[in-house]
């Protein structure tokens, strides 16, 4: 079965979009309270739940013990966003269940017992909300801690009520180039939204991509955060295609060599870094939304950004390796991969 | 400009305090001016935006005084202060939820929920859930559940002076500041006259 980064090709401005929700049991003590055995129990009655999940999903789900993983299996579904750090730090009995298409990953005993992603490809949070609501209803069989003022409880009290973050994962390569992103964030932060890079702290990135999220969790509908992320995206859209449009007004020779240079490193260079990496993509990924390479096919921004880290290298190569191995083996990683998508 | 006390990074915190009446300025980096004033720092733009350890919990320091809400710990009510409050269920004390800004369990949203509803509307805007409803959780209610606590004179001026520093209008902060501490006062003298009565009644019955 295909993930669901590979069920379309990926789009030129909205590469994901992904709806999570945090999810507790009334009868349980939260995750920082629990004694081993309520962890074990709650792990357990968790992952029983996959069978159910799988008839009303139409695909088959997975389970595991994230604890018992090794730690290079925990970097790589870290880097594949799957788990996140604070999971795979955890000693305690830790699960997680996981859809074939890898768009549902449920986490249990996290910060919160359950904590259900839904990532659907492009501009589709109604897809991830509509998911992640299904995969909700199953749950919710378990007994959630509700309360009729506070909504659902959960451990950190600024999540509570709907306990949901929406996200879409944007490219916006004109926009940082234009040096607009500090000022975009700061206006949609007036709104209870916000934009941050990813990877890296803040506004930074390396790769021109952002995630832009709801703060606001309770006193509004899970469908009106939707309706307002979408209203802010479009915006985005908008003045992310002006400025691409207003660049190659004024400098697409700078930019077209910019594409070829990157394109050159990818397909020739014998030693690349996971940075170095990730920027020479999305320059190529820009160059062909621009129409200034004629790739004949997507290289898949998203899915290749993490192909090259670390710890998904390794898995590929199936030994360890030191950074300097790694720099050779991502360099001959990405040389066949360019010359899987000739010009 | 470089701050005034380090002398070292940039300032970018201009602080007023007025102190009985007395005006002190001063330009300081975030760092000292988190570390010397009681000046609550957003967090940073970007910044662990759910950490509640930097962000709910800064808003609720100097609850101690008001917290009227919290079910009392025995050695705490002893003890007459509110650190040391906790939640009858998990155990979970005031000061362990300023530290991590994290709940032990549901019924600390009941028990802490006087202290809560205050912030809550202060960072979320709003403190009552009109989204997805459990099947299991039984009818919508049109009102909330349990309706929050009415504020306290103490609580309702404790909450404007929040509102007052974030929006950096000092001289009403200050205002509002000595008035709680009058109320306090007064509370004092109020609790002071109340013991000196009992101590009084009980030496009339003796």
Not at chain 1, 233 to 257: F, K, M, P, T, W
Request: glycine share 8%; with cysteine.
């Amino acid at each position: 079965m295909k993930k669901w980064y590979e069920k379309r090709e990926e789009e030129s401005i909205v590469i994901s979009s992904r709806v999570r929700l945090a999810r507790n049991l009334a009868e349980y003590h939260f995750a920082g309270k629990m004694k081993e055995k309520e962890c074990a129990m709650l792990t357990q009655i968790v992952r029983n739940q996959a069978p159910l999940l799988e008839g009303r999903d139409g695909m088959k789900y997975y389970s595991c013990s994230v604890n018992r993983l090794s730690e290079l299996e925990k970097a790589s579904l870290k880097e594949w966003y799957i788990i996140s750090g604070q999971i795979a730090k955890k000693p305690q009995e830790t699960a997680l269940v996981l859809s074939e298409d890898e768009g549902i990953s449920i986490l249990v005993n996290e910060e919160d017992h359950i904590r259900i992603q839904s990532v659907a490809p492009g501009a589709d949070l109604e897809g991830a909300w509509a998911r992640a609501n299904r995969i909700d209803d199953c749950m919710e069989e378990l007994g959630y801690a509700f309360d009729g003022r506070y909504g659902y409880l959960t451990t950190s009290p600024l999540n509570a009520g709907t306990g949901m973050r929406a996200s879409y994962l944007t490219f916006l390569p004109a926009l940082t180039m234009t040096g607009k992103i500090q000022k975009l964030a700061d206006e949609v932060a007036k709104y209870g939204f916000m934009i941050r890079g990813i990877p890296g702290e803040g506004t930074k990135t390396q790769g021109y991509l952002y995630r832009l999220s709801n703060r606001k969790t309770i006193g509004c509908t899970e469908n009106e955060i939707i309706d307002s992320l979408r209203q802010i995206l479009r915006q985005i859209v908008d003045q992310e295609n002006q400025h691409r449009e207003y660049l190659c007004s004024v400098s697409a020779d700078e930019i077209e060599d910019k594409v070829y240079r990157s394109y050159g490193v990818l397909r020739y260079a014998k030693r690349i870094g996971t940075e170095d990496g990730l920027t020479l993509l999305a320059q190529l990924k820009l160059g062909r939304d621009l129409g200034m390479l004629p790739l004949k096919k997507s290289i898949g921004l998203y899915e290749q950004m993490i192909r090259i880290q670390p710890a998904n290298l390794q898995k590929l190569c199936g030994k360890s390796m030191t950074a300097a191995e790694r720099a050779a083996y991502r360099g001959e990683y990405l040389n066949r991969l360019m010359s899987g998508c000739e010009i | 400009m470089l701050c005034n006390i380090c002398k070292a990074r940039e300032a970018r915190i201009f602080y007023t305090e007025i102190i009985n009446g007395e005006k002190k300025e001063q330009y300081l980096c975030e760092e000292c001016a988190a570390r010397n004033t009681s000046l609550r720092l957003k967090a940073p733009f970007g910044g662990e935006p759910f950490s509640l350890g930097g962000l709910l919990s800064g808003l609720f320091e100097g609850e101690q005084e008001r917290a009227h809400g919290l079910e009392k710990s025995s050695e705490a009510v002893s003890a007459g202060a509110q650190p040391g409050t906790a939640c009858p269920e998990c155990g979970m004390t005031y000061e362990e939820f300023r530290e991590h800004g994290q709940f032990g369990c549901a019924a600390c949203y009941r028990n802490f929920g006087k202290l809560l509803t205050r912030n809550m509307k202060n960072i979320q805007g709003s403190d009552v859930h009109v989204g997805k409803w459990p099947k299991n959780a039984g009818e919508r209610t049109e009102q909330p559940a349990e309706p929050a606590p009415e504020l306290s004179e103490t609580e309702r001026i404790a909450l404007q002076l929040d509102q007052a520093v974030e929006r950096e209008e000092y001289e009403l902060a200050a205002s509002l500041r000595d008035r709680l501490r009058e109320l306090k006062r007064e509370k004092e003298k109020e609790r002071e006259q109340e013991r000196e009565r009992e101590k009084e009644k009980g030496e009339v019955s003796r």
